[in-house]
Structure formats: C-alpha cells, structure tokens
C-alpha cells in the first residue's frame, strides 16, 4: 500500500495511473525540496534508486468516463436532471470569473457572456440548449487557454458531464471512490486530491477507520455552495474525524476552486487535536487550476514534509 495517495480530477479519461505519476511525482518532489527537505524529495521521486524510498500511488478513475469511439462523457449523454446540474456549474463558474477573476479582460468576458445568458433567458428550449449556451459562454474565457475554440467547448462539456456524473451516479461515485479505497492501507500516511479528485479524496477521509496523518486539497470545489457543498457525504459536512491535519490551497483565479477557505464550511466536529489550514492561496500562473503547479508549493510540501517525519 502507498505512504502518499493521489487523487487525479476531471477530464484524464485518456491517460492512466502511470503517466499522471509520472507527472504529479517531480513536481510533489519539488514542493518538499522548495520547502527545504532535499532527502524527502529525492526519496519520493527516484524511488528505489535512493535508499528509503517513499511510495506514492495515483488513483486512477478516468477510464469510468471514456466511452469506446469518443473523446470522453459529453453533457448530451446525460439525463435532464444532470445536465441542469451541469449547467448550474458552468453558471457557477461564469459568474465567479465575472466577480473575482484578477485580469480585468477575464472579468470583462465573463460579465458579456452572462449578460448574453440573461438576454437568452427563456428562448431555450430544455436543459440541454441551456448547457450549451453556458459551455460556449465558458470557453470564451482564455482561462482555458486551449488550442481553438471547439477544442476548449470540447474540454468544458466533457469537465461539466464528469463532474455532474460523480454527484448524481451511484455506481460512478463508488467506482471512483474504490480506485482510492483499494490503494489506502497501515502505511498510508497522505492523502492528495486535486479539483473533483478532492471531492472524492474528502468522501473517502470521512469513511477511513485508521489514523490519517495528512489530507491535502488543492484547487478544489468543496465550498461550492448549493451545487457540491450540499451533495458531499456525510451530511452536513464536517471535518473528517480520522484526519489529524487538513490542508486547502487555493488559486484565486482557479474558477474551481470557489472558495480558498474552507475552515468556516468544514470545522464542525473537528477533533480538538486536529489542525485545519484551509485559507492558503498561491499564485500558479498562467494556468492556474494545473495540479503540478500546486504540488510545487512551499504551502504544499511543508506539511506533507511534516506528515512523513520519521518514516
């Protein structure tokens, strides 16, 4: 079993466990070097070539959302019901671009796009027009930074679908939750998820019956308030009661991430010897919902550095 857990997000269906390792691992690396722990960091990332090496072990689940002759899950693939929850998102993060968004241009194009929104008001017809609209709003936005503008439509709807089918599919959301059950054992010591993969790496805290040192959230959407805050499990949310130290990290202009701190929404019953750190905010750049640019982190390694004392 792994000592470090990873929890991937939305929109991998076509890669595997070993090639987002492969990736997540340097830059998990560089975070404790950053945070002045050399020898952690060369044990994490080479492994058996270094002597003491730290196993880390991604939980893939992206496979769940690849269909045979297609790119992906797309929102026309869903029930009613889910794509009014798939555009409830896409509204969601239009309209936290529209407020928050540090680049004047950003916040401009979302304001536009919402507006059209408004002026579009009820000349849809049904939930499906109505995703549609509000993807092609999204994609406008250059927070998305894709090739072309179909290309960036094709990445939201396949996003919005994911996200939609964890919180309204029985069997998607164990499915998911089992690829990270199954990789938890005595030695595991951290657990790190990113965006949809927090949401489940949070789920998976609150079922855990042993001690779990460490949980890292990094651009996450648990404080969505009335879309993701209201289906996590168990009701109401609260703070997982086998985890000693909890870590948020935000981007402020990481759409997904609605809310950087999360000690207000998520303190209920937390142990009086347990710590939560939810209001770290970082800058990640250009891209900044990208996983390796929050595993990099200072704010990241330290506590993971902290976690792994004595191993």
């Keep these: 079993m792994a000592v470090i857990v990873l929890v991937h997000g939305i929109a991998q269906e076509q890669r595997s466990a070993d090639d987002l390792e492969a990736e997540w691992l340097p830059a998990l690396a560089g975070g404790l070097r950053n945070a002045g722990y050399p020898e952690l960091a060369d044990r994490l990332w080479r492994g058996q070539d270094v002597r003491g090496g730290i196993e880390a072990r991604m939980a893939f689940y992206g496979d769940r959302f690849l269909r045979p002759g297609t790119m992906g899950l797309d929102p026309d693939q869903l029930t009613a019901d889910q794509q009014a929850l798939a555009e409830q998102f896409a509204q969601a993060w239009l309209e936290r671009a529209a407020l928050e968004m540090s680049d004047p241009r950003d916040r401009r194009t979302a304001q536009i796009e919402l507006a059209r929104l408004d002026d579009s008001l009820g000349q849809t017809q049904g939930p499906r027009a109505a995703v549609r609209s509000t993807v092609a709003g999204l994609a406008r936005l250059r927070w ?104 948020n990290v935000a981007d402020r202009d990481d759409l997904v991430a609605a809310a950087p701190d999360l000690t207000q929404l998520f303190a209920t019953n937390q142990p009086a010897t347990a710590r939560f750190e939810g209001g770290w905010t970082v800058d990640t750049g250009a891209k900044p919902h990208t996983p390796t640019f929050y595993l990099t982190k200072t704010q990241v390694g330290r506590p993971i550095a902290k976690a792994l004392a004595g191993l």
Excluded: K, N
């Design 144 to 247: 998305f930074a894709q090739p072309t503008m179909a290309f960036a439509e094709r990445f939201v709807r396949r996003a919005l679908a994911q996200a939609t089918r964890y919180f309204t599919d029985e069997e998607t959301r164990s499915y998911v939750q089992e690829r990270v059950t199954q990789l938890i054992g005595p030695d595991t010591r951290v657990l790190v998820g990113h965006s949809l993969g927090s949401v489940v790496a949070y789920e998976v805290a609150h079922q855990l019956t042993q001690p779990l040192s460490l949980l890292v959230t990094v651009g996450s959407p648990l404080g969505l308030r009335t879309i993701v805050y209201e289906r996590l499990r168990p009701q109401p949310p609260s703070f997982p009661h086998q985890v000693s130290y909890w870590v």
